[in-house]
């Protein structure tokens, strides 16, 4: 049974920093990729981050790059999404995501439908 559980997220001021965590448990592809998604109220969900679990490699949305970094601590299965200079279009619930299927192509790594294994979700607020 994968389970997924963010935290960190906040209300902070534009300009602020903020760090989510994605705590994983059960999830055994160690060759894959996990992102971290957004979905701002009448929004569709957004990829905003990549991850490719086995050589670290990472991947960002044109929006994030350069402020945004994803990182990961293999030994607490934990997932972290580094976010300054924030900015109000960044308000969202922020969610990470992992595929059921290992070696999955990176085609779909910012597609949500692609994705079987969810958070709960953590919100995040930035005021200007």
């Known amino acids: 049974q994968v389970q997924l559980v963010e935290s960190g997220g906040g209300s902070v001021q534009a300009g602020g920093s903020l760090r989510l965590s994605c705590a994983a448990s059960?999830?055994?592809?160690?060759?894959?990729?996990m992102t971290w998604f957004r979905q701002a109220p009448g929004k569709e969900r957004e990829g905003v981050a990549t991850?490719?679990?086995?050589?670290?490699?990472?991947d960002y949305a044109d929006s994030v790059k350069g402020r945004f970094t994803i990182s990961q601590d293999n030994a607490k299965n934990t997932l972290y999404l580094q976010m300054n200079s924030l900015k109000p279009e960044d308000t969202a619930m922020y969610y990470c995501?992992?595929?059921?299927?290992?070696?999955?192509?990176?085609?779909?790594?910012?597609?949500?439908?692609?994705?079987?294994?969810w958070g709960q979700g953590t919100q995040v607020t930035v005021s200007s």
């Open positions: 995501a992992a595929r059921a299927t290992c070696y999955a192509s990176d085609y779909y790594r910012r597609r949500p439908e692609a994705f079987d294994y």
């Open positions: 059960g999830y055994t592809c160690s060759r894959n990729y």
């Open positions: 991850i490719y679990i086995g050589r670290g490699s990472t």
